[in-house]
């Protein structure tokens, strides 16, 4: 398991306390095809540091398909067509921005904005969704949420879908101002539950400015890697 890639959110997280978790996951990779690839495990928090955090989006877990995750919540793979989580995702920005989809699936741009794009679990077998839920991924996962609560900036949440919901009351545990947005999960099986028309987007940049902080801006992808930020 190679922790480099947490950065410094190594110091702030009690890795002792996951050595059979870390464990099962190094055999599960030795024995199967998992995603995302080893190497990409800890991608989100490589590329959104906790100093850096202004949003955290919360999902489920990996992409099961061949070539998709690589350790962002709903991001795919450079040039990857965005699946149908990401889909809805991205028509629900443009109702809410007014920003059109695009084809490209890949939200780095938004990770090093600060927004941690996070999963309740983070590794998955392939073609086998939420195969790793009982892996003990969630308080892994908590151990995250709790550290959170202990950053003196505004930090926004959202989350989405009902394994996600899970970590509110621990999202808004914190004396720092803390926005939690909760929704159903993007898939096309919840998405009209709610989820649409939610607009999470605005909303954060709504709370990010009344705390005096620079918006985030949601038009980067993996078509505008280059794209200045709105201010």
């Known amino acids: 398991m190679d922790f ?25 990779y030795d024995q199967a095809e998992i995603y995302p690839p080893r190497e990409q495990l800890f991608s989100a928090f490589a590329l959104t540091p906790p100093e850096a955090v202004r949003a955290v989006i919360l999902g489920q877990d990996p992409y099961h398909e061949p070539g998709q995750a690589h350790g962002l919540a709903f991001s795919v793979q450079p040039g990857v067509k965005a699946p149908p989580s990401l889909v809805n995702i991205y028509k629900e920005r443009e109702s809410d921005l007014g920003i059109l989809p695009s084809p490209d699936g890949n939200l780095t741009a ?6 941690l794009l996070l999963n309740t679990v983070l590794t998955v ?14 308080e892994f996962t908590d151990t995250v949420i709790a550290s959170l609560a202990e950053l003196p900036q505004p930090v926004a949440f959202v989350l989405w879908g009902s ?16 926005l939690i947005l909760e929704a159903p999960h993007p898939s096309p099986l ?3 539950r ?22 985030i801006d949601w038009s980067q992808d993996g078509n505008h890697p280059d794209k200045e930020e709105t201010q």
Do not use: C, M
């Not at 938004?110 to 927004?115: C, E, F, I, L, R």
């Not at 086998?128 to 991924?137: I, Q, V």
């Open 4 to 28: 480099s890639q947490l950065g410094t959110w190594a110091n702030r997280l009690p890795l002792e306390r996951f050595e059979s978790l870390f464990q099962r996951v190094e055999l599960a």
């Open 110 to 115: 938004w990770a090093k904005q600060g927004v």
């Open 125 to 138: 077998e392939r073609g086998r969704a939420n195969s790793h839920k009982d892996f003990g991924w969630q």
């Open 163 to 178: 394994q996600a919901q899970k970590k509110a009351k621990a999202a808004a545990a914190s004396p720092y101002p803390r």
């Open 190 to 192: 919840s998405a009209y």
């Open 194 to 215: 709610g989820f649409f028309g939610s607009r999470p987007f605005s909303r954060i940049n709504e709370f990010l400015a009344a705390h005096g902080e620079a918006p």
